[in-house]
């Protein structure tokens, strides 16, 4: 069944080109066409499109087609070409003539828009909560281990003293940041298109204002070719949200693996945790986190997907919009997942507490012996040579009992001031 089925049929090669993996991707959003044309039957009843009678029957029924899309029963045949037109046709053939009238005043167009508004405010929210799981858990770790020294690194040379507190909670505030992302893609999916058709409005007196209230969008995308110009649109604004998060995810992820690593065993995880070598017994691989690592760096390429997908198409309605759907789609499911994981590792990570024993890193605190020389009268660029060539000569001693105190350093993290920053987001 086609919903633009004019009485003949196409070649299968061309159905198949053109349909592509719809039906499969259509299983994530589903449930929003049903909720969506729960709002359009009513609207289409509130203003005498629709009976009361019909109106009643056709949500009914619509909410059994949500119940087995919940429980994971619904279905997209092949002979259908997508959710639209398998959700007609169940209407059809359980209310007749009634099934029939549920595409007044409306287009595919948004019906689509709609679906992914609503499917994008859902998992948007969703990827918030999940990131401030992680969040949280990164700062009880951060005020866990805030004691404990490790070094710190420019150009991968050994470079200042850091801390696991600092290593924690700066990942930590750096998912503020990516939020910020997040909230702009939630403002803007936030705005009902429904009522837009197939771009240019309609000839029926619907009422946008209910669909828009009885949808719980903030708003209505008022103009309804800029409606049907967000599509594409609202999923980049989520993709960039989502690229922001993998790249912070992918950047922690790198540090696990080389903090894992025999050549700075800084940290470890249980054996459940990570996989062996064929041929290695003594290998413990950190196969999850370079995952997390290869699947965030997928995720950063999504907005230039988008973008390129986008590029020179002018307003109104084209074909290649559809293939929006097969990046945004997979690409919130593998954030979610990468999220998951690293939330579920992090809770078993074990930290080496005797990291700096090692002469290997008196260096480290070549800065802090430099900085009591200042302090102590010496003029910094004259303390910067006498300490340089104490290094040269190998008479360097090192302080070790350093003291910072400024805000954000390692002796003063600001866990809750970063906390409530977090807190400030909806």
């Known amino acids: 069944m086609k919903l633009w ?3 003949f049929s196409t070649d299968k090669k061309i159905d198949h080109f053109t349909v592509g993996n ?6 994530h959003l589903a449930k ?7 709002a359009h039957a009513k609207m289409l009843g509130k203003i005498g499109l629709l009976t009361p009678e019909e109106t009643h029957r056709l949500v009914q029924e619509l909410s059994d087609i949500g119940e087995t899309i919940d429980k994971g ?8 070409e997508d959710m639209h037109s398998k959700i007609e046709y169940l209407l059809i053939q359980k209310l007749g003539d009634t099934g029939k009238k549920i595409h007044t005043a409306r287009s595919r167009n948004d019906q689509v828009l709609v679906a992914m508004h609503l499917y994008l405010k859902n998992e948007l929210a969703a990827i918030k909560s999940e990131t401030k799981i992680l969040f949280d858990l990164l700062l009880d770790l951060a005020d866990k281990h805030k004691s404990i020294l490790l070094p710190g690194y420019t150009h991968l040379q050994i470079a200042m003293p850091s801390s696991f507190g600092l290593w924690f909670s700066a990942y930590a505030e750096s998912l503020i940041d990516d939020l910020y992302f997040i909230d702009a893609a939630q403002k803007i999916a936030d705005q009902n298109p429904l009522g837009s058709a197939a771009g240019y409005g309609s000839s029926f007196p619907i009422d946008r204002a209910f669909t828009t209230q009885e949808l719980n969008f903030a708003t209505q995308k008022f103009n309804v070719v800029a409606a049907q110009m967000s599509r594409g649109k609202v999923e980049k604004a989520a993709a960039f949200g989502i690229s922001s998060i993998a790249a912070t995810l992918s950047k922690m992820a790198m540090d696990i693996c080389l903090y894992m690593s025999q050549n700075f065993n800084f940290i470890s995880f249980p054996d459940e945790l990570t996989t062996g070598s064929s041929i290695m017994p003594h290998k413990k691989n950190p196969d ?3 995952l997390i690592r290869g699947k965030c760096n997928k995720l950063q390429a999504v907005p230039t997907q988008l973008s390129l997908l986008l590029t020179n198409l002018p307003s109104g309605y084209h074909r290649d919009l559809q293939l929006v759907k097969e990046v945004i789609v997979p690409a919130i499911q ?3 997942a990468c999220i998951e994981i690293l939330t579920f590792s992090l809770k078993e990570v074990r930290v080496n507490e005797a990291i700096l024993e090692d002469p290997k890193y008196d260096y480290l605190f070549s800065v802090d012996t430099l900085n009591e020389l200042v302090l102590s009268g010496t003029p910094f660029r004259d303390a910067y040579k006498q300490m340089g060539i104490e290094i040269y000569e190998g008479r360097f001693t090192p302080k070790r009992d350093i003291k910072h105190t400024h805000q954000g350093s390692l002796g003063n993290l600001c866990l809750e001031e970063i906390r409530k920053k977090m807190e400030d987001i909806d």
Not at 22 to 27: A, H, I, P, V
Request: proline share 0%; charged share 45%.
């Open 288 to 290: 999850v986190f370079e």
């Open 334 to 336: 593998d954030l979610r």
């Open 5 to 7: 089925d004019k009485g």
């Open 73 to 80: 029963t619904f279905t997209i045949e092949d002979s259908f």
């Open 22 to 27: 719809d039906r499969e991707l259509d299983l």
């Open 32 to 38: 929003y066409d049903v909720m969506a044309s729960k």
